[in-house]
């Protein structure tokens, strides 16, 4: 229990931040997640929304997401340019008129956030034209294809009913989750590997709560084994096979499962080297 308790607060948490909008374009940067065919309105919400994003880039036409220190200066531009930045910062720090300095704070990225919650802060500041970065306490993460949290909205727009999910990875000895969320962001499926207690928790987040959670089937992972987690989204339930053995079923919990389905994502210490969906 206590450990839901923490995820609830970090959910709040991300509701305290304002995004500032600028013209501008990102000189320094690893590579971000581009948002193809969506308004610029949209990306901004989708960088609000995503818990590491700390800036979105770009036009009405194509959006680039980046996060917690992966950009590190933004050049200010001019209107004709027609691109256009939008940072997420600390919404208490924030000001009426467009700030010089700026803040923000974050739960660190690799950190179990379960346990060992910490923030990471990042400062912008504006000298010349440009916005720079300064991160605190970033924290990478070895050996994964993926950069986490790791977030898909799914190719048909929602997870169908048939179709499947097929997480390739390695655990790590912390916990990590995978959420399938609706469109308005509530947790219709978290699945959450807890390797000390040797449990799999499921559950659903909704209106703010945690609704009873299922436990049974044990723990199949193997530490430094990769393992095939497949999850298939059929009539009446989620089914959850482990390198192909059944595991568990979630029964929906949603009125629409072949609607509701909407967002992927992947957090916290797991190696992830392919997730596809399938059918
Ligand atoms: C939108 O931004 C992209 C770069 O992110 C650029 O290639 C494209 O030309 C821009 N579109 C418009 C209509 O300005
Ligand atoms: C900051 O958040 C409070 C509510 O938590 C809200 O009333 C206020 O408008 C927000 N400020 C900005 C600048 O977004
Ligand atoms: C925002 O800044 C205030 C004051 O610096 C700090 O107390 C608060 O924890 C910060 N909130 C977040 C979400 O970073
Ligand atoms: C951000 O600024 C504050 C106050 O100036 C400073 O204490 C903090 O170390 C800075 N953080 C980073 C990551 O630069
Ligand atoms: C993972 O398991 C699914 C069935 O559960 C199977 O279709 C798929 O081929 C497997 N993938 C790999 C790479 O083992």
Redesign the pocket.
């Known amino acids: 229990m206590k450990a839901l308790i923490f995820l609830v607060s970090l959910v709040n948490m991300v509701y305290t931040y304002t995004m500032i909008v600028s013209w501008g374009r990102p000189t320094e940067m690893s590579p971000g997640s581009t948002v193809d065919q969506v308004l610029w309105d949209t990306c901004v919400k989708y960088c609000y929304n995503s818990m590491y994003c700390v800036l979105a880039y770009g036009n009405d036409s194509s959006c680039t997401l980046f996060d917690f220190g992966d950009v590190s200066t933004v050049e200010k531009l001019d209107p004709e340019e027609n691109l256009k930045v939008a940072m997420k910062i600390n919404n208490s720090t924030a000001d009426t008129t467009c700030p010089t300095s700026i803040?923000g704070s974050f739960p660190s990225k690799m950190r179990s956030m379960w346990e060992t919650f910490t923030n990471s802060?990042?400062?912008i500041t504006f000298t010349g034209d440009l916005w720079k970065f300064?991160?605190?306490d970033k924290v990478t993460q070895a050996g994964s294809n993926y950069a986490l949290p790791y977030t898909i909205i799914f190719p048909d727009g929602h997870f169908k009913l048939k179709q499947s999910i097929v997480l390739i990875g390695y655990p790590s000895e912390q916990r990590w989750f995978l959420n399938i969320e609706s469109s308005i962001g509530e947790v219709l499926f978290h699945f959450n590997p807890r390797p000390e207690v040797n449990e799999v928790v499921r559950s659903t987040h909704r209106n703010g709560v945690w609704e009873m959670y299922e436990s049974s089937g044990g723990y199949p992972f193997t530490a430094g084994q990769q393992f095939n987690l497949t999850i298939t989204n059929s009539i009446s339930d989620l089914q959850m096979y482990i390198n192909q053995v059944w595991f568990a079923d979630y029964r929906h919990r949603t009125p629409n499962p072949a609607e509701d389905y909407v967002k992927l994502w992947v957090q916290v210490a797991v190696y992830v080297d392919s997730l596809e969906i399938l059918g």
């Open positions: 803040s802060n990042y400062n300064s991160y605190q």
